[in-house]
């Protein structure tokens, strides 16, 4: 007896069917355990992340180095050192600062509340006055456009609580100083055995496992993919911190305080596309007002901070850096608020750095080309 080919079409319709869906669950499973992988290990990936920047940053370097006969062990210790000091320099010095700024807060947050109390009181005087002078209309139709006697608020209670929240603050700051400390060893020591341990274990992986078939292109596409990787970090922080030097030095030009510890601020601020920006107007902006007081000089801080960064945005960073910055707005502002909702702070300051990575290396190995299109999505 022949069997109806029309339903064998069908069934096999289907399990076809049926597979793609569990296909497509199991994907579904795997996205979200990932996801919550990253998110309850930040403390691990984090720390590995970092290394793996800045082993990408001085492998050029050490690798020349090894062709002229020093041995790598010498010279990722001396390159390290040569990174690691000016930044304790930097840190030490902008210590002293940071530890003024954090006690002044709450005597800076009564002064500039009271400044703004005087100015809203000058403008509700004013604007009594102007309508002492007009004649009165009954309003008694329209009871809701009448205002309501504005109450004031206990400064003293308010004063009150920004000071326990400074405190709370100060104390979750140095409960996570040791776990913080911890991972910054932990990160320089990986960083070290990366540049040492890490060539070997590469080229016995290219040269030695069976899952390789086309060994002369992996080496290739390896070595393409650190330059790429290496000339895009290396570049970007070369940038961020000459605006962060100017920025300093603009500051320090029209005798702002703790010029230095603002340019820093901003230049590791800028790690961060739109966001970081944004974040440091409002800080100079604070900064101005503290020093200055409510007048237009308080707007100097910005300026210069605005100035630099538009020709760093606009013309230094696209001429330099070219197509691997060629990236949607909203595609960075997505994963900036992934990054930040997986690894908080630090994931935001790492967020743009690791997608360029993973942008360049799917470019050097040339798959997923609608994906590419898809993140350099412009008008």
């Given at each position: 007896m022949k069997q109806n080919p029309l339903l064998h079409r069908h069934d096999d319709f289907k399990v076809k069917t049926r597979d793609v869906r569990v296909v497509?669950?199991?994907?579904?499973?795997?996205?979200?355990?990932?996801?919550?992988?990253l998110y309850f290990a930040q403390s691990l990936i984090i720390p590995m992340v970092f290394s793996m920047l800045v082993a990408l940053l001085l492998s050029r370097i050490v690798t020349k180095l090894k062709e002229w006969r020093i041995p790598r062990s010498i010279s990722s210790?001396?390159?390290?050192?040569?990174?690691i000091a000016p930044l304790m320099f930097l840190i030490l010095e902008l210590s002293e600062p940071v530890e003024r700024w954090m006690k002044a807060l709450p005597q800076i947050s009564e002064q500039v509340t009271q400044q703004l109390t005087e100015f809203s009181e000058a403008i509700d005087g004013t604007q009594q006055n102007a309508e002492d002078k007009k004649p009165s209309v009954n309003n008694t139709a329209y009871?809701?456009?009448?205002?309501?006697?504005?109450k004031k608020q206990d400064d003293t209670m308010v004063e009150e609580r920004f000071k326990q929240g400074s405190r709370q603050m100060m104390f979750e700051m140095l409960l996570a100083t040791p776990i913080f400390l911890a991972q910054v060893l932990g990160a320089i020591v990986l960083t070290l055995f990366l540049l040492i341990f890490g060539p070997p274990l590469s080229k016995v992986i290219i040269n030695d496992f069976p899952i390789i078939k086309n060994r002369h292109r992996a080496?290739?596409?390896?070595?393409?993919?650190?330059?790429?990787?290496?000339?895009?970090?290396?570049?970007?922080?070369?940038?961020?911190?000459?605006?962060g030097a100017l920025t300093a030095a603009g500051l320090a030009y029209f005798g702002v305080r703790d010029a230095i510890l603002w340019g820093a601020i901003v230049g590791l601020l800028n790690f961060v596309p739109y966001i970081g920006s944004v974040i440091?107007?409002?800080?100079?902006?604070?900064v101005g007002v503290v020093q200055f007081g409510f007048i237009d000089t308080a707007f100097i801080p910005v300026g210069v901070f605005i100035t630099l960064n538009i020709l760093e945005s606009q013309i230094i960073t696209p001429?330099?850096?070219?197509?691997?910055?060629?990236i949607n707005p909203l595609v960075i502002i997505v994963w900036l608020f992934l990054s930040g909702w997986l690894w908080g702070m630090l994931g935001v300051l790492l967020a743009v750095p690791i997608f360029v990575c993973i942008k360049l290396t799917l470019q050097q190995m040339e798959v997923f080309p609608h994906w590419l299109k898809f993140i350099e999505a412009q008008e």
């Open positions: 497509r669950l199991l994907i579904v499973l795997v996205a979200l355990s990932t996801l919550y992988t210790i001396t390159l390290l050192t040569m990174l009871p809701w456009f009448e205002k309501e006697p504005v080496r290739a596409l390896i070595k393409s993919i650190q330059q790429a990787l290496s000339h895009y970090i290396l570049t970007i922080s070369i940038i961020n911190t000459g605006l440091s107007v409002g800080i100079l902006l604070f001429t330099v850096l070219g197509r691997s910055m060629q």
